[in-house]
């Protein structure tokens, strides 16, 4: 059974700072992973989609790469604002399995100012 | 934009109340999704239709079942709600490839009493 596991579960950063968010996942045979942000009390909302024959994905300040010899992907975020302040999922897809996706728990990110 | 619509958001129920919550999704996407979220155990996935009239259990069906009588609106319904139950529900909309993204909706956060 896959099982997807986010390292930290918190985390709170000064603004301006570059930083890594981590995901691990324990079954390599994914069809895609991704990453969504979730702020409080509200939906889940898509930020990079990394498909399993790719290596990584680029969008504004955000990096996700994704090795799945070793079951891992990074989020990389530069240069952190007050407004990056959200919880961070990722989720795979098996392959196979090709409607279900698996979540980690998240990790709850705080920019300060 | 897709657009994945709950239209209710917060909702109190009684235990042994029959519960409705709906789901509208705008994009003609061929899957649709219903989770819940919990602090420690992250999304789980109740129920999930590839088509109309076609629905799959997912990880934790049980108590719950679903309604899909036009593509795009796919209804999650508590025959008998229970306590247990309180929780944020998230719908979510799919149109199907490694390469597209899944959207969400905004939430409906039930409490159940």
């Known amino acids: 059974k896959q099982e997807v596991t986010q390292i930290p579960a918190a985390l709170s950063v000064p603004e301006g700072e570059n930083l890594v968010l981590n995901c691990s996942f324990t079954?390599?045979?994914?069809?895609?992973l991704q990453w969504f942000r979730q702020d409080p009390g509200k939906g889940l909302t898509s930020l990079l989609l990394?498909?399993?024959?790719?290596r990584e994905q680029t969008s504004g300040r955000l990096n996700a790469s994704l090795d799945k010899s070793s079951g891992r992907s990074t989020l990389y975020i530069a240069a952190s604002q007050p407004g990056d302040s959200a919880t961070y999922l990722c989720?795979?897809?098996?392959?196979?399995?090709?409607?279900?996706?698996?979540f980690g728990t998240g990790t709850r990110l705080q920019v300060t100012l | 934009d897709v657009k994945v619509t709950q239209s209710s958001r917060y909702l109190v129920k009684r235990t042994g109340e029959k519960v409705f919550l709906e789901c509208v999704q705008d994009?003609?996407?061929?899957?649709m999704f219903w989770y819940r979220q919990d602090p420690g155990l992250g999304l789980r996935l109740i129920y999930f239709?590839?088509?109309?009239?076609?629905?799959e259990k997912g990880d934790i069906p049980e108590g719950y079942s679903v309604s899909r009588e036009k593509k795009e609106r796919f209804s999650l319904i508590l025959e008998s709600a229970s306590t247990n139950q309180t929780s944020m529900y998230l719908c979510?909309?799919?149109?199907?490839?490694?390469?597209?993204?899944?959207?969400f909706g905004e939430g409906s956060w039930l409490t159940v009493v």
């Open positions: 989720a795979v897809r098996p392959a196979g399995t090709a409607s279900k996706l698996t």
């Open positions: 079954d390599s045979a994914i069809y895609n």
């Open positions: 990394i498909q399993s024959s790719q």
């Open positions: 994009m003609d996407h061929e899957n």
């Open positions: 239709s590839y088509d109309v009239k076609m629905k």
């Open positions: 979510a909309s799919w149109a199907g490839g490694s390469g597209n993204t899944i959207y």
